[in-house]
């Protein structure tokens, strides 16, 4: 029997029929034989088909569930590539194209199989995710585990924007790089350690410091997000984006604590002035440089805050909108503490709450 399945198939094969016309036979050839052991079973061990009806029939419908569940992949394989289009295929004869970065492409289905899955993910957040824009301002301790991350993630347009280059002195903390990169721009390396995680997306260096001055650069994005080492940085790239209108994902660390939260006055929530309108006094907000900081404390925070952007973009579970989360590493403690606009804030006080 076995020997009649494989020749009806090798000439469905050789004749071209179709994969649901070769099923149809194959169930047709199982109910005949299902027959024969139940109408004549004289008849059928003469034939050689001595089996038990049971056992028949259990195979019969384990081959039928695993053809039906196979025929449902297809079925939304189809679906998928209906939904957000075919990768480009080559003519015949023609190279064909190494990636396809359509979130239906088989490379793109089997990258991001485990954000599909997600309900709160799903595809239409996958599509959200490729589509977005976001800006990593620093390319850091911070920056490191945010761009791998958001990359791995399959956020579309990624832009690194950090003037540094890497130093021996990094590498205790900042994973984007290597020893090797030692005197490289950071963004120049870091650019070509994401395009090798992720050749699906586009990343873009941006090898200069931004501040208050550059709105009209955020305005080009969907969210940032920042990990600089020094506080005038940050309260620079935080009044460019209440400028821009864009919501800023911050993250801060020193020697074993760090914080992550989102500044988004256009959702009703503080800007940074609105919680530091003054600048620290000095001494009081050392550089990781001057306090020291434990190496895996920024892959922490920044990880969080990779995880804060995929629930922003897709709008997945509730962010931290209007809340800062605080890490104490040393004693392995997590806190919140609520955070409340300012309506004299020189910055975002003029935004309707």
């Given at each position: 029997m076995a020997g009649a399945a494989l020749a009806l198939m090798a000439v469905g094969w050789w004749r071209g029929w179709s994969l649901p016309r070769v099923l149809i036979l194959l169930a047709a050839l199982w109910l005949l034989v299902l027959a024969l052991l139940l109408i004549v079973p004289a008849l059928a061990a003469q034939a050689g088909l001595g089996a038990d009806p049971r056992v028949w029939a259990v195979g019969g419908l384990l081959l039928a569930g695993a053809s039906g569940y196979g025929a449902l992949i297809g079925r939304a394989r189809i679906a998928a590539h209906r939904r957000w289009g075919?990768?480009?295929?080559?003519?015949?004869?023609?190279?064909?194209?190494?990636?396809?970065?359509?979130?239906?492409?088989?490379?793109?289905?089997?990258?991001?199989?485990?954000?599909?899955?997600?309900r709160e993910i799903g595809g239409p957040g996958q599509q959200m995710l490729r589509k977005a824009r976001v800006l990593i301002v620093g390319a850091g301790g911070i920056g490191s585990p945010v761009a791998l991350y958001l990359a791995g993630a399959g956020v579309g347009h990624l832009t690194l924007a950090d003037d540094d280059d890497v130093s021996i002195s990094n590498l205790q903390r900042q994973?984007?790089?290597?020893?090797?990169?030692?005197?490289?721009?950071?963004?120049?390396?870091?650019?070509?350690?994401?395009?090798?995680?992720?050749?699906?997306?586009?990343?873009?260096?941006?090898?200069?410091?931004?501040?208050?001055?550059?709105?009209?650069?955020?305005?080009?994005?969907?969210?940032?997000?920042?990990?600089?080492?020094?506080?005038?940085?940050?309260?620079?790239?935080?009044?460019?984006?209440?400028?821009?209108?864009?919501?800023?994902?911050?993250?801060?660390?020193?020697?074993?604590?760090?914080?992550?939260?989102?500044?988004?006055?256009?959702?009703?929530?503080?800007?940074?002035?609105?919680?530091?309108?003054?600048?620290?006094?000095?001494?009081?907000?050392?550089?990781?440089?001057?306090?020291?900081?434990?190496?895996?404390?920024?892959?922490?925070?920044?990880?969080?805050?990779?995880?804060?952007?995929?629930?922003?973009?897709?709008?997945?579970?509730q962010g931290l909108r209007g809340q800062m989360l605080i890490f104490d590493g040393l004693w392995g403690e997590t806190r919140r503490i609520a955070l409340q606009r300012r309506a004299d804030c020189a910055v975002c006080g003029g935004i309707p709450a």
């Open positions: 075919a990768g480009q295929i080559a003519p015949p004869g023609q190279p064909q194209t190494v990636h396809d970065t359509s979130p239906a492409s088989d490379d793109a289905l089997e990258r991001y199989a485990r954000h599909i899955v997600l994973i984007l790089f290597r020893t090797r990169d030692a005197g490289r721009a950071k963004v120049d390396a870091a650019v070509e350690t994401l395009r090798a995680l992720n050749p699906l997306i586009e990343v873009t260096a941006l090898p200069r410091r931004l501040g208050a001055e550059d709105a009209e650069v955020m305005r080009g994005f969907d969210l940032v997000l920042e990990g600089t080492d020094s506080f005038a940085s940050r309260k620079g790239v935080a009044r460019a984006c209440v400028a821009a209108g864009v919501p800023l994902i911050a993250g801060a660390i020193a020697q074993w604590e760090g914080q992550v939260t989102i500044y988004d006055p256009n959702a009703g929530t503080p800007c940074l002035d609105c919680l530091f309108p003054d600048a620290p006094a000095p001494g009081l907000a050392l550089s990781c440089a001057e306090a020291g900081v434990a190496g895996p404390l920024p892959g922490v925070i920044g990880s969080i805050m990779a995880l804060e952007a995929i629930k922003a973009i897709t709008g997945a579970g």
